[in-house]
């Protein structure tokens, strides 16, 4: 049982997780702004619209990316997913929805990554036809 030491295996995932969250939350905007952009290319070039630090986002392994992602990242997201740890970093800011930029490909991938019903690929060409390409070309928000 050694001498009560943490592994390396444990102190390196902790490390990775405190710099992935310091990453997401850095006070320095332009940093901040990066390491948002990498998550959202992460999420949505990589892996299919879904939020790999939180939910069935952390069952699928990242090793094989890392010449596209921080390692770090990949640390601390193959730690997250670990079973008997079971963290996430979940998406609470969605202020990026309400000024309506987003593609409504994007959210339909969202969407049926989460197991809802979308409409079928059709739909999509034309409405692009239609030069309906924006969540915000079919409504919006007052505050």
């Keep these: 049982h050694g001498f009560e030491f943490p592994s390396i295996a444990n102190m390196n995932a902790s490390l990775a997780l405190e710099g992935l969250a310091g990453d997401l939350n850095r006070h320095i905007a332009a940093y901040r702004k990066m390491a948002c952009i990498t998550l959202a290319d992460w999420q949505c070039s990589i892996n299919g619209c879904v939020n790999p630090l939180d939910g069935a986002g952390l069952e699928r392994r990242f090793s094989r990316y890392r010449g596209r992602l921080p390692s770090a990242w990949i640390t601390a997201q193959q730690a997250m997913g670990n079973p008997r740890v079971m963290l996430s970093l979940r998406s609470t800011d969605q202020s990026h929805v309400l000024p309506g930029d987003l593609s409504l490909t994007h959210i339909s991938a ?34």
């Excluded at 059709?122 to 505050?143: F, I």
């Design 110 to 143: 969202v969407c049926r990554a989460h197991g809802k019903d979308v409409p079928h690929g059709r739909v999509w060409l034309s409405l692009q036809k239609e030069r309906v390409s924006l969540l915000r070309h079919v409504g919006g928000w007052n505050a």
